[in-house]
């Protein structure tokens, strides 16, 4: 076996599932040659020095390479590795332009002069007593972090979890390592169960710890709701800790007991095994859901005029449907109205505040996403806000998410709408009913037929399978909305049929492409090239690719990559980020993908890379906000919280409108391919749609109406409590 010292020049390749990387080495001998190094790692980052074992071998497109067996991080010792290394952005305060003034003045003792002679550091032109103590500081809190970091390099940990793992737990990092590695799937951000496994393996813990039992079952349940259940069936939870753990399932029933009577799970004998977290929420949503039920509100004795009286002021008849929706509205306490595109919700919606405020009622309007909220706004002309905003959330430390507005202090409002309930999931509908307090009208308002809520649970579909909270369904779609064939194909797709394909002054278009490189080729044209002067639309404000799938070569990953390097591409004045395998420069499309209080942006929410700071290794991003664009500046470890979202898959894009969407539709996205998936997408679109693919993969997706189980038993918790109102 071979060995190689040398320093990170550049990463030109990474796959995030697997680890395969392809980098740049500049080697430390005398040659200083740069060869090619691939293997797969946990990460790497420009401007590590490392000692990389393995051997030459000779790829057929891409020549002579170095397929490294073992990597092991090493001190900087070099003039060019040091400046390399704390011109990388690992250092709070030095970017290239400090890293090079500072080697040229210390050279080899630059490094120890940071450390022990800090004040030294004011020799340096452009470096005061201030800023040498912000990089001094930021420097000796980085001791401790690089002993964590080269103790789990040697596990394949990246530089930026060890970071993570050091805030999290301080100078006790090794020491809680050392007594349950398992810790680290539950209480740090980004780290599951199978690295914490690694770990705990690699040092020596035995496979049948009780931890490691305990910690599989946890890390289950935890996927589980993240693919939406809220419980397990015991049989599966056992099979799948049982494959996870390489142990038969039958060993985990002491595991189960321990986190039961931990009170971490609920082992109910009727439908599963839920998180704690899930059993509360689902109970605790039937139960004041029942309260609102049986208190009433029966504040509107005067519907028929107040609708006509509506009506007038607003110059429009209503349909049958919708008269009925209003109707119901202002009798029932809770109403679940739902519907397809162009079925009348927003007409709808404004009739019932109409009516409200002839009733001198004071109205909220709230839905889960920033920008559903802001196409509530428009649309209604009233403010509406996030139910998180609603709610008056707020953060701390120790407790992390908070409401203000909860069971102690609910709600004033004597009415509330939520928009796109589809999206709600059990947590956030726990959340919202604490705060709704019996007598107050509840107005549920969503399409069931999209998909399902990202977070567990299934709260719109239960709700209305429960048969104890009145529905109205519309159906009718509305002459002015049938002239759009996005309407009449998102409703022709959701009840199978084939959609009307470049129709004649269509705003719906399909383009035949077998080939996915070339669908690929022709997305990235249509987006850059051929649909903004068409249009006369902002390719990156105006249209958004969604696919189906994250990988394959017209998923997200390589679509997002493709569509950077035409719309915003490297160039010699905009500086440029790199990390977590992406690269982020300044006017970038990105997305949040995680609810972020402390910053107050959340999953979902889409902004612009304003400015990339190379000295302070930050990256700042504008989102669009009511009061004006929030900027959010995130640190290189955090930067895992955003994506580039050039194209997003079709689960992301929920709750969002846009006037352009363009998708790929293909036999590569086989398993994706499904009816509901397809009709979401398509309903994002305001002013157009493109497909590009086949006629055979279109036909997959209109035939497949199989909707995922997910596990969630707030329908019958519902029937249980309540019994379904007598027929009318």
Known sequence: ??????????????????????????????????????????????????????????????????????????????????????????????????????????????????????????????LGPQRAEVIARAFAEQRHVRDVMLFLRSYDISPAYAQRIYRRYGSRTMEVLRENPYRLASEVFGIGFKTADRI??????????????????????????????????????????????????????????????????????????????????????????????????????????????????????????????????????????????????????????????????????????????????EACRREARTIHRLLEYGFDEPRGVTFRRNADRPLEADAVIVDEMSMVDIALMQSLMRAVRPGTKLVLVGDADQLPSVGAGNVLRDIIASGVVPVVRLTEVFRQAADSQIVANAHRINSGRFPDLNGKESDFFFMEEADPDKARDLIVQLVSKRLPPFLNVDPLQDIQVITPMRRTSLGVERLNADLQEALNPEAGDRQALAAHGAVFRRGDKVMQIRNNYEKEVFNGDIGIVAE???????????????????????????LDEIVLAYATSVHKSQGSEFPVVVMPVTTQHYVMLQRNLLYTAVTRAKRLVVLVGTKKALGIALNNNRVETRYSALAGRLAKLIAPPPPA
């Not at 293997?39 to 891409?62: C, I, K, M, P, Q």
């Not at 290394?85 to 040229?104: E, Q």
């Not at 605790?284 to 002021?313: F, K, W």
């Not at 930050?618 to 009061?627: D, H, I, N, R």
């Open 612 to 638: 990339v700071d190379l000295e302070e290794g930050e990256v700042l991003v504008s989102y669009p906000a009511a009061g004006g664009p929030l900027r959010v500046a995130y640190d290189r470890t955090e």
């Open 200 to 377: 705990a393996q690699s040092m020596g813990l035995p496979a049948d710890s009780p931890h490691r039992a305990d910690a599989c079952l946890r890390y289950v349940l935890g996927a589980a709701g993240d693919e939406g259940h809220t419980f397990l069936p015991s049989g599966d939870l056992f099979e799948r800790a049982g494959e996870a753990l390489g142990l038969p399932g039958e060993t985990l029933g002491g595991g189960l007991d321990r986190l039961a009577a931990a009170g971490e799970v609920v082992v109910d004998g009727v439908d599963g095994v839920f998180l704690a977290s899930y059993y509360r929420a689902e109970t605790e949503v039937a139960e004041r859901l029942t309260d609102c039920l049986r208190a009433g509100s029966g504040r509107a004795e005067r519907g028929t005029h107040l609708i006509a009286d509506a009506e007038a002021a607003s110059g429009i008849t209503l349909a049958g449907q919708q008269r009925e929706a209003v109707a119901t509205a202002l009798v029932v306490p809770v109403l679940v109205i739902t519907g397809g595109p162009g079925t009348g919700k927003t007409t709808i919606t404004r009739t019932l505040l109409s009516c409200f405020d002839r009733l001198r009622w004071k109205v909220e309007l709230a839905a889960p996403t920033g920008r559903a909220a802001k196409r509530m706004t």
């Open 1 to 126: 076996m071979s060995a190689l010292d040398g320093v990170i020049d550049r990463i030109t390749y990474r796959n995030e599932e697997n680890g395969y990387t392809v980098a740049k080495l500049k080697c430390n001998d005398l040659t200083g040659q740069e060869c090619t190094i691939v293997g797969n790692f946990a990460s790497l980052a420009a401007g590590e020095t490392v000692r990389a074992e393995g051997e030459w071998v000779l790829h057929a497109d891409y020549g002579r390479q170095f397929k490294v067996e073992r990597l092991t991080p090493l001190a900087p010792a070099t003039k060019e590795a040091i400046e390399k290394y704390l011109g990388s952005g690992m250092i709070k305060g030095i970017g290239p332009v400090t890293a090079a003034r500072l080697v040229k003045k210390f050279g080899l003792q630059t490094l120890d002069v940071i450390e022990q002679t800090p004040e030294r550091m004011t020799e340096v032109d452009g």
